[in-house]
């Protein structure tokens, strides 16, 4: 039970594992990247106007990584159980809506968009780290003029491309993983 949409019909949309831990996995791992690379900027900013200390500000980063992980790993977690049937019913109706196996046609699409996407936001991914973290600048020392346009449409070029190579990713992978199941 909890493996189909339906367990009490012939249906094979297999509903375990749920889609989304790829995605959110690595979608972790590029926020600690990027706050572990800012870590020195914002301690630097926010220590000068706050008057807290840098190794106060450096803890609490610190702090707030870990409470993303938590929360995300929780997440995880209530929707791989949703998917075996186990949590509340709107959760479990989610993970139903999300049934199924991608076709073969679905299947290309999302390997194009998993390289096609991957690429851009390899390329991508040292100017947005440096965009973000000029962002960061700007926005503790309220200096508008040092705002980069071009560099903020690359960090959003970065996001765009990530998240959707990611999702594709996760798409593939699990319903492979679903195929399998099945």
Known sequence: MGYYADAGSHRTDVVF??????????SFVVFYIFVTRATPTIVDVFSSI???SPSAIGFGLAGFLWFILVVTLLD???????????G???STEEQTRQAGVPSASRAVFYLVVVLVGGVVAV?????????GIGLIRMV????????DIVGFLVMILFFVSFGAATRALDRLVIGGVRAVLS
């Open 88 to 90: 509340s019913r709107q």
């Open 17 to 26: 594992p749920a889609y989304g831990p790829i995605d959110s996995v690595l």
């Open 50 to 52: 706050t008057g807290l």
């Open 140 to 147: 503790g020392t309220l200096d508008t003029g040092a705002f």
């Open 123 to 131: 390329w991508s991914f040292e100017p947005a780290v440096a965009a």
């Open 76 to 86: 995880v977690v209530r929707r791989q159980f949703a998917a075996a049937g186990f």
